[in-house]
């Protein structure tokens, strides 16, 4: 079992909410982190039929003496029961732990997260320095990080069914039950776009669906916490820039598993991709667990120059460039030099396969696999 990073309001004694995909870990920790908590998971179909009935059945599983946490695990499927998890903190000061690996359902519900009384925070796949000497690069970028691959001897086994878990526990349960294999087609189709500029329509017509059922997908993988779009950068451009955001999946190892394999696919592509993944899942991780608040974005001018990600926040602005090749030469920098033509400021890293650090005008070039392990320093200089 892997130390996380993660830092939540525990010691605060302040109700919080945690959410992340499945499998990323949340229960593991709080169970190691909270071993007095009353736990209560509504996965169960014993407390999800009665709190699902009557939400206010939820002070008659407390027990009366309970002083420590309750756990509420995926409480997306009972939105309602916040109504009660509000009345029963104001009321009684019990401190809940409220898990989701969906935020789409509470939306829908129209509950109002608790009116601000409960923090929220997120929980990634683990990141390079919790894996310690157990992260390897290679390994990374076939099966990801997700903390169960660690612990298969087929971690691509294991993956396969990951992800065919979401489609049946997740989609499912969101009402797509008709349009499951259009769904399925969908995911295959989508995970060509990871890593590029989202072009909406055109993955449309690709899996022969209209637009805004596709654009609906899109949303809903988001909510599930299984993708993000990266906006374009563009404060102060002194360009024309691309407009459209890119799109990535969570987790580089959901990404393989998704992306089809064949002769007609360039492994170069593939794992370019992959690297681009990875390091973006990272930064994202490390960002929130240390309280960072940086945005990630990514740099394209109109006329194709290119910076792979930018990320803006309190602690400064960086610019990453990132080449799986282990050899670089300065003309691989083309699109950093040239953000840095327009932001002076901003600090310029191109990361790469190889093992030795460099330094060019203006840039300064990381092997990949050290950055990844030294990430916390890279973004919060001194």
């Known amino acids: 079992m892997y130390a996380r990073i993660l830092q939540t309001p525990l010691q605060a ?55 420590d946490w309750i756990i509420l ?3 997306q499927r009972v939105p309602l029961v916040l109504n009660e998890v509000h009345r029963l903190i104001e009321a009684a000061g019990y401190r809940f732990i409220l898990t989701g690996s969906s ?41 990801g990080h997700l903390p169960q691959v660690f612990r298969e001897e087929d971690p691509g086994r294991f993956l396969a069914s990951y992800v065919q878990t979401y489609l049946r526990e997740e989609v499912l349960q969101e009402g797509l ?12 189709t989508a995970s060509f776009s990871a890593g590029s500029v989202l072009n909406v329509a055109e993955v449309a017509r690709e899996v022969g669906l209209e637009r805004r059922t596709v654009a609906n997908y899109f949303e809903l993988l988001e909510d599930l916490l299984l993708s993000n779009r990266m906006p ?8 024309r820039l691309t407009a459209h955001p890119k799109f990535y999946f969570f987790d580089v190892g959901v990404y393989r598993q998704l992306r089809p394999r064949g ?6 592509e593939i794992e370019g991709t992959a690297l681009e993944t990875l390091v973006l899942q990272e930064l994202r991780a490390i960002s929130e667990y240390s309280g960072l608040d940086y945005g990630f974005y990514y740099w394209k001018t109109a006329a194709g120059a290119e910076v792979d990600i930018v990320a803006y ?15 670089v030469a300065s003309r691989d920098a083309g699109g950093l030099t040239l953000f840095k033509r327009d932001y002076p400021e901003a600090t310029c890293l191109l990361l790469y396969g190889g093992d030795r650090r460099l330094h060019w005008p203006d840039v300064d070039v990381w092997p990949v696999e050290e950055a990844l392990q030294r990430l916390p320093e890279l973004l919060s200089p001194e």
């Open 263 to 268: 002769p007609l696919d360039s492994p170069r």
């Open 232 to 239: 374009p950068f563009t404060r102060r451009a002194k360009r």
């Open 73 to 75: 695990d995926e409480v």
């Open 177 to 188: 039950t008709r349009n499951l294999s259009a769904f399925s087609r969908f995911l295959e």
């Open 103 to 143: 935020a789409r359902a509470l939306r829908r519900g129209g509950v109002n997260l608790l009116a601000g009384r409960a923090h929220t925070y997120h929980m990634y796949p683990l990141v390079a320095s919790e894996l310690g000497g157990d992260f390897a690069l290679e390994r990374s970028l076939l099966y």
């Open 313 to 327: 926040g309190p602690k400064g602005l960086l610019a990453m460039e990132i080449k799986r090749t282990a050899r």
């Open 13 to 67: 004694r302040r109700s919080f909410f945690l959410f992340g995909p499945r499998g990323t870990g949340k229960t593991t920790w709080l169970r190691q982190n909270c071993p007095s908590a009353l736990y209560l998971d509504l996965l169960a179909g014993d407390v999800y039929s009665q709190l699902l009935a009557r939400p206010e059945r939820l002070a008659e599983l407390i027990p009366r003496n309970h002083r």
